[in-house]
């Protein structure tokens, strides 16, 4: 179970930039103008959906000086419960995108031909260390070995 939880990290982690930036920007452009348009909708006799709408749409266009409002209006709590409720949304969202990034087995994204397969020396069981036909950085297919020594390569020279 540890490979799944390293690989899907591993793949994550190059991203988490990317992914807190966005949760930045989602909190200033929409969680600072829901809030303020849910404190000033917030009447006497209840919630005014038409006050909210147009709220919503001033507010989305002045982020900064939406925030600043909240500050000055007294929609602080109202900001702190929407925060909450997108954190944990963002966070939920996250970890299903995490759980499905998720290596399949524990061969995922090792390169096949390679001797990342094998631990400690297990490959020269059938390779040899020195000699034969050349399979990867020190593996080597024996040629008087008894059976099949046919091989396929597949791939391309690297030269410059």
């Not at 179970?1 to 190059?14: D, I, L, P, Q, R």
């Not at 930036?21 to 929409?30: D, E, G, M, R, S």
């Not at 982020?63 to 949304?89: D, H, K, R």
Request: no cysteine.
């Amino acid at each position: 179970m540890n490979y799944k939880v390293e690989g899907a990290f591993s793949k994550v982690s190059k991203k988490l930039g990317i992914i807190a930036i966005l949760w930045l920007v989602i909190t200033i452009v929409f969680v600072a103008p829901v809030a303020y348009s849910i404190h000033m909708a917030n009447t006497i006799k209840g919630f005014d959906t038409a006050i909210f709408i147009e709220t919503v749409g001033k507010s989305i266009t002045n982020p900064f000086g939406t925030i600043g409002n909240i500050f000055t209006v007294g929609a602080f709590s109202e900001f702190i419960s929407v925060f909450l409720v997108v954190t944990i949304l963002f966070v939920i969202g996250f970890l299903i995108g995490m759980l499905k990034s998720s290596p399949s087995n524990q061969y995922t994204d090792i390169e096949h031909g390679s001797s990342d397969w094998s631990q400690h020396g297990e490959q020269y069981k059938m390779l040899s260390k020195n000699k034969g036909i050349i399979l990867a950085e020190n593996n080597y297919l024996p040629v008087d070995k008894v059976g099949n020594v046919n091989v396929l390569v597949v791939g391309r020279i690297w030269f410059w």
